[in-house]
């Protein structure tokens, strides 16, 4: 069974600052996704990657396959990236089956 | 174009009280997804659709839980009857393929 490990769990910043949000998995993938959870529920698919580096705005995403890990990253971040931020990866052979981590909730103080 | 549509956003029942969501996917989107979500932690699977077939319902408590995707476009879930162990935000999400998800807005289920 994979296993999906983000870090950390709470993370608060200051408005301009570099944040780094982490996922580990434990299985290869087909897919990792990156999705934003604003109070309220609604979720937002922020990227997909399978290889290498997406990058829009001032978010970039990362994933090493060997390694088993992806990182979210927010530059200049400002107190509207305050969210939980979801990593969810896709098994191979099914990439419809997501297995999702518990999310990191991001506080950016003005 | 609109995006995936739940309802209703919010529901509080009593427990034994039988309730039911309903979604409407992106149109054009054959895989559907249920998902519910406890507080703090991620979503997890219900039941996957592909069209009007649901292809992995493992992990649905079919006790208690059904769920129907009749003519491969809208969804029902049900919960007869609710346990209080049952609140939660029931999530649906959408997919053209095995791409990128688009998740509704949610339904929270409060059962006292």
């Known amino acids: 069974k994979n296993e999906v490990e983000q870090s950390p769990q709470n993370l608060t910043a200051q408005e301009g600052e570099f944040i780094t949000i982490n996922c580990s998995y434990s299985?290869?993938?087909?897919?990792l996704h990156w999705l934003q959870q604003h109070p309220g529920g609604g979720i937002v698919s922020l990227f997909m990657?399978?290889?290498g580096k997406k990058k829009h705005g001032r978010l970039i995403a990362t994933i090493n396959i060997q390694e088993k890990h992806s990182s979210l990253h927010i530059t200049a971040s400002h107190p509207r990236d305050s969210a939980v931020y979801i990593c969810a990866e896709g098994s191979l052979g099914s990439a419809r089956q997501l297995t999702f981590g518990s999310g990191t909730q991001l506080t950016v103080l003005p | 174009e609109a995006g995936v549509v739940q309802s209703p956003r919010y529901k509080i029942i009593e427990k034994k009280q039988p309730v039911a969501f309903w979604c409407n996917p992106i149109?054009?989107?054959?895989?559907l997804y249920w998902y519910r979500q406890n507080l703090g932690q991620g979503p997890e699977l219900l039941i996957r659709y592909e069209n009007e077939e649901a292809v992995d319902d493992s992990q649905l408590p079919k006790d208690r839980f059904s769920a129907e995707r009749l003519k491969g476009v809208d969804s029902t879930l049900k919960i007869q009857p609710a346990e209080l162990g049952d609140s939660a935000v029931y999530l649906c999400?959408?997919?053209?393929?095995?791409?990128?998800?688009?998740f509704g807005e949610g339904s929270r289920l409060t059962v006292l």
């Open positions: 999400a959408s997919s053209p393929d095995a791409g990128e998800l688009f």
């Open positions: 149109s054009g989107h054959n895989t």
């Open positions: 299985v290869g993938i087909s897919a």
């Open positions: 990657l399978s290889s």
